[in-house]
């Protein structure tokens, strides 16, 4: 399996990103579960691609936070000099 692309998280509506970020947690949290029980065999690359895919959905999630807020700024900066 291939490492998920950061076009694909961009393309993805506010709410199908909180989604993904939840989806990818509770995988993440099955994946420690099993190896603490010991379920898990040898499937350590599914960490890193969980890992991964989460960073980057949450790399754009604070990617539009930050947009949002530059133009919260912008249009008080534009009220206040008019």
Known sequence: MALSKIKEARSL????LLNA???TKRE???LRFQKATRQL????????HARHRLSQ???VQRERQLADLE??????TESVSV
């Not at 065999?41 to 890193?48: A, S, T, Y």
């Not at 133009?71 to 008080?76: D, L, N, P, S, V």
């Open 21 to 23: 970020i939840a989806e």
């Open 28 to 30: 993440l949290f099955q």
């Open 71 to 76: 133009e919260k700024a912008g249009a008080t």
């Open 41 to 48: 065999d040898k499937q350590n690359h599914q960490f890193k």
């Open 57 to 59: 959905l949450m790399t």
């Open 13 to 16: 509506s506010d709410e199908e």
